[in-house]
């Protein structure tokens, strides 16, 4: 029996994988543990369906002169590979072979990938899948707190609140497990739910239990302000806690002033007074109960995402949550190990230990430990967006590495990014599946999955775990490790990289030694004892559970109030035409990402196996539209000839009237990312998912 961890969103779910009686290799079983108390949703009950999957890649795979992928030997493949590197870098520049990395990658892999771009390749271009998810709530949280780590608190620690607003973020569906930790708050019927649509965690609210607020789509940051302009102006703040703790106070309130009850009503639809007794709801139980605020990225997901995220910590900053011992500000990490993939060099501007790329401090540090000279590691690069925006064109990314993501289906404006990657000289994806990227590489490695390896992961409240094999790969899998070791002694890099993923821990704990997100005292054998271990935690240390309770991680120890306004895009619903929609993309409770693992799985398949968009009953009447009829839906301003999304039609009343709802799960022509904008947040490089303006038609291809 293997006690780990579950292989797929940031509240790591523990379970205990044990020999199978039956067809598959192990039997999943729920493990007690805080963040899921034994629990497990339907993604992580059938997680061990995929370990011996029909579809499962074993061997490597290299496209021949005629366009089609053969089974090639990993000699040939490695090489075939190194061989065209090389050529585009002599070619086109270092900077002309970009790499795209994933939040699923464990902490080790995460490293090395960062490593491998900026020793072995030299490159500026790397970025990852992350900056599609956390990338707006950690630039938001760096800039007020210092540092970004997505629950500064253990996440136990909301069993204790009376009231929690929740913005923006699905956790009925999308992290389940995690619902029991609201119980206390819906007993106390305290729990707020901010969303455009009645989702399953909205519906909690329900008898009692708390409110739900559904402002138009894009205007939270609207009506987080007019919660700030309501606690300043009824004097429902907390004075010692900002006067002490803060900087920025008096801008803040000048800020916030045009934002009015009424007028906020008239922008976002929730009446002024209800924003009044919210307001009301929230002071009180930060005076006299527990409190906490929590972000997702229902108002992450846009091109301001990273000033609404800021609005929110106003919020709890006005009310003197963080740093406290009764409450707190919060954002919920969404992929596996959305946390520790973005700490330690994945992203375009940083290094490992969430050190800045442009600090020649960090640069010096990290050059002392992998054993180059400064001036050899690249600058900053590209954020995801922009990397894929110059796939195969001049200047830009003529070569890219794929690993653990499939932008193909992920990526915004994804059938341009599709074009992109064909346009590339080299395609090279790491998987397990053809996924619909892998399917246009040139060549595709077949890696390890979960339970095959070991390593480290870190949850959503900075808890550092350990990842454990419990079973052997298939013949011919190998590890990503291997990979990067394997490929960067054939392009001639001196350093070393090592293939033992302790090996390659020991070498990430020395790497982020000082920085902000300090691993250095921590060990597999410190994890393997059962230690409860959150970062920071420097040698000779005993972790950091709970961050901020002395002081903030500024160097003058407060906390910044940053004023923040509506930007210019913020969209006028009353402009709509009649066929027009705001559509938001999201999860579902079955798949996960772009459902290259979970729509291989044969029951939630079954639970749901098609798209869907859902549309409310009466804008549905307005334009001829009945429940499961086929429709498509074009970008608008884009015409007929423009990408489009092809799916089934779901009538419910639990959206607003402007609003429509797609999963993006789904890949080709129901793909909802084909869409979405290349629309980008100026601070964070987060793209616009959630209020793409489309034009909504029935299909007239005679499906039924």
């Given at each position: 029996?293997?006690?780990t961890?579950?292989?797929?969103?940031?509240?790591?779910?523990?379970?205990?994988?044990?020999?199978s009686?039956g067809?598959?290799?192990v039997?999943?079983?729920g493990?007690?543990?805080?963040?899921?108390r034994?629990g497990?949703?339907?993604k992580g009950?059938?997680?061990?369906?995929?370990?011996?999957?029909?579809?499962?890649?074993?061997?490597?795979?290299?496209r021949?002169r005629?366009g089609?992928?053969?089974p090639?030997?990993?000699d040939?493949?490695?090489?075939?590979?190194?061989?065209a590197?090389?050529?585009?870098?002599?070619?086109?520049?270092?900077d002309?072979v970009?790499?795209?990395?994933?939040g699923g990658?464990?902490n080790?892999?995460?490293?090395?990938?960062g490593k491998?771009?900026?020793?072995a390749?030299?490159?500026?271009?790397?970025?990852?899948n992350?900056?599609?998810?956390m990338?707006?709530?950690?630039a938001?949280g760096?800039?007020?707190?210092?540092?970004?780590r997505?629950?500064?608190f253990?996440?136990?620690d909301l069993?204790?609140?009376d009231t929690?607003?929740?913005?923006g973020?699905?956790?009925?569906?999308?992290?389940?497990?995690?619902v029991?930790h609201?119980?206390?708050a819906?007993?106390?019927g305290?729990l707020?739910?901010?969303?455009p649509?009645?989702?399953p965690?909205?519906?909690?609210t329900g008898?009692?239990a708390?409110?739900?607020?559904?402002p138009?789509?894009?205007?939270d940051l609207i009506l987080?302000?007019?919660l700030?302009?309501v606690l300043?102006?009824?004097?429902?703040?907390a004075?010692?806690?900002l006067?002490c703790?803060?900087?920025?106070?008096?801008p803040?309130i000048?800020?916030v002033a045009?934002?009015?009850?009424?007028?906020?009503?008239?922008?976002?639809?929730?009446p002024?007074?209800?924003?009044?007794s919210?307001?009301?709801?929230?002071a009180e139980?930060a005076r006299t109960?527990?409190?906490?605020i929590l972000?997702?990225?229902?108002i992450?997901?846009?091109d301001?995402g990273?000033?609404?995220?800021?609005?929110a910590?106003?919020l709890?900053?006005l009310?003197?949550?963080?740093?406290?011992?009764r409450?707190g500000?919060?954002?919920?990490?969404?992929?596996?190990?959305g946390?520790?993939?973005?700490?330690?060099?994945?992203?375009?501007?940083q290094?490992?230990g969430?050190?800045k790329?442009?600090?020649?401090?960090?640069?010096?540090?990290?050059?002392s430990?992998?054993g180059?000279?400064e001036?050899?590691?690249?600058?900053?690069g590209?954020?995801?967006v922009?990397?894929?925006?110059?796939?195969?064109?001049?200047g830009?990314v003529?070569a890219?590495l794929?690993h653990?993501?499939?932008?193909?289906v992920?990526a915004?404006?994804?059938?341009?990014?599709r074009d992109g990657?064909?346009r590339?000289d080299l395609l090279?994806?790491c998987?397990f599946?053809?996924s619909?990227?892998?399917?246009q590489?040139?060549?595709?490695l077949?890696?390890?999955?979960?339970a095959e390896e070991?390593g480290t992961?870190t949850?959503?409240e900075?808890?550092?775990?350990?990842?454990r094999?419990?079973i052997?790969?298939?013949?011919?899998a190998?590890?990503e490790?291997?990979?990067?070791?394997r490929?960067?002694?054939?392009?001639?890099?001196?350093t070393?990289f090592?293939?033992?993923?302790?090996?390659?821990?020991?070498?990430?704990r020395?790497?982020?030694?000082?920085?902000?997100?300090d691993?250095?005292?921590?060990?597999?054998?410190?994890?393997?004892s059962?230690?409860e271990?959150?970062?920071?935690?420097p040698?000779?240390?005993?972790?950091?559970?709970?961050?901020?309770l002395?002081?903030?991680?500024?160097p003058?120890?407060?906390?910044?109030l940053?004023?923040?306004?509506?930007s210019s895009s913020?969209?006028?619903?009353?402009r709509?035409?009649?066929?027009?929609?705001h559509?938001?993309?999201?999860r579902?409770?079955e798949?996960?990402?772009?459902?290259?693992?979970?729509?291989?799985?044969?029951s939630?398949?079954?639970a749901?196996?098609?798209?869907?968009?859902?549309?409310?009953p009466a804008?549905?009447?307005?334009?001829?539209?009945?429940?499961?009829?086929w429709i498509q839906l074009?970008?608008s301003?884009?015409?007929?000839f423009?990408?489009?999304?092809?799916?089934?039609?779901?009538?419910?009343?639990?959206i607003r009237?402007d609003t429509?709802?797609a999963?993006?799960?789904?890949?080709?022509?129901?793909?909802?990312n084909?869409?979405?904008?290349?629309?980008?947040d100026?601070?964070s490089?987060?793209?616009?998912f959630?209020t793409?303006?489309?034009r909504?038609?029935?299909?007239?291809?005679?499906?039924s």
């Amino acid at each position: 029996m293997t006690d780990t961890h579950c292989p797929y969103c940031a509240l790591q779910c523990a379970m205990t994988l044990a020999p199978s009686p039956g067809a598959g290799p192990v039997e999943v079983s729920g493990r007690d543990f805080p963040t899921n108390r034994g629990g497990l949703c339907r993604k992580g009950w059938t997680a061990a369906d995929l370990l011996r999957h029909p579809d499962r890649l074993t061997t490597p795979l290299v496209r021949d002169r005629e366009g089609t992928l053969r089974p090639a030997s990993w000699d040939d493949a490695l090489n075939h590979v190194a061989k065209a590197l090389l050529a585009v870098q002599e070619q086109h520049g270092r900077d002309a072979v970009g790499v795209f990395g994933s939040g699923g990658l464990t902490n080790e892999k995460a490293y090395l990938l960062g490593k491998f771009a900026r020793v072995a390749l030299r490159t500026s271009r790397i970025d990852y899948n992350g900056r599609f998810c956390m990338s707006s709530a950690a630039a938001a949280g760096n800039r007020a707190f210092g540092l970004d780590r997505g629950l500064p608190f253990p996440l136990s620690d909301l069993g204790t609140a009376d009231t929690v607003l929740l913005l923006g973020s699905n956790v009925a569906e999308t992290m389940p497990p995690f619902v029991q930790h609201l119980a206390a708050a819906r007993a106390a019927g305290g729990l707020i739910v901010v969303d455009p649509r009645r989702s399953p965690t909205a519906l909690l609210t329900g008898s009692g239990a708390g409110t739900h607020l559904a402002p138009a789509p894009k205007t939270d940051l609207i009506l987080l302000l007019g919660l700030a302009h309501v606690l300043i102006n009824r004097g429902w703040l907390a004075d010692t806690y900002l006067a002490c703790r803060t900087e920025g106070l008096g801008p803040l309130i000048r800020s916030v002033a045009p934002w009015w009850p009424e007028r906020v009503q008239a922008v976002t639809g929730v009446p002024a007074e209800l924003l009044i007794s919210t307001a009301r709801r929230l002071a009180e139980a930060a005076r006299t109960g527990s409190c906490y605020i929590l972000t997702g990225r229902g108002i992450e997901q846009h091109d301001n995402g990273t000033d609404t995220a800021t609005a929110a910590i106003n919020l709890a900053l006005l009310l003197g949550l963080p740093g406290t011992a009764r409450g707190g500000y919060g954002t919920l990490t969404g992929q596996g190990n959305g946390q520790g993939g973005r700490e330690h060099g994945q992203k375009a501007d940083q290094l490992p230990g969430y050190r800045k790329i442009t600090d020649p401090e960090a640069r010096r540090h990290m050059a002392s430990v992998w054993g180059v000279p400064e001036k050899d590691i690249p600058g900053p690069g590209l954020p995801a967006v922009e990397l894929l925006n110059t796939l195969g064109l001049s200047g830009g990314v003529r070569a890219l590495l794929v690993h653990g993501a499939n932008p193909a289906v992920s990526a915004p404006d994804a059938s341009s990014v599709r074009d992109g990657l064909e346009r590339l000289d080299l395609l090279v994806v790491c998987d397990f599946f053809l996924s619909e990227t892998a399917r246009q590489a040139d060549t595709v490695l077949p890696v390890l999955q979960w339970a095959e390896e070991e390593g480290t992961m870190t949850n959503l409240e900075g808890r550092v775990l350990r990842r454990r094999r419990a079973i052997d790969p298939p013949e011919g899998a190998r590890s990503e490790l291997w990979v990067f070791n394997r490929l960067a002694a054939l392009l001639g890099t001196a350093t070393g990289f090592p293939t033992d993923p302790e090996e390659a821990f020991e070498e990430l704990r020395a790497a982020s030694a000082g920085g902000p997100a300090d691993y250095s005292g921590i060990s597999y054998g410190l994890l393997d004892s059962g230690a409860e271990v959150h970062w920071p935690y420097p040698s000779q240390s005993a972790g950091s559970p709970r961050l901020f309770l002395e002081s903030f991680a500024h160097p003058d120890g407060k906390a910044r109030l940053i004023p923040v306004q509506p930007s210019s895009s913020t969209p006028d619903t009353t402009r709509l035409q009649s066929d027009e929609f705001h559509l938001a993309t999201g999860r579902l409770l079955e798949h996960y990402q772009s459902g290259a693992q979970t729509r291989r799985v044969p029951s939630l398949a079954a639970a749901q196996p098609e798209p869907f968009l859902q549309i409310h009953p009466a804008s549905a009447a307005r334009i001829g539209v009945r429940d499961g009829e086929w429709i498509q839906l074009h970008r608008s301003g884009a015409g007929a000839f423009g990408p489009r999304m092809v799916c089934r039609a779901e009538l419910t009343a639990n959206i607003r009237l402007d609003t429509v709802f797609a999963p993006f799960h789904f890949p080709d022509e129901s793909a909802a990312n084909q869409l979405t904008e290349r629309l980008t947040d100026p601070v964070s490089g987060m793209p616009e998912f959630k209020t793409t303006r489309v034009r909504l038609s029935l299909l007239q291809d005679g499906r039924s």
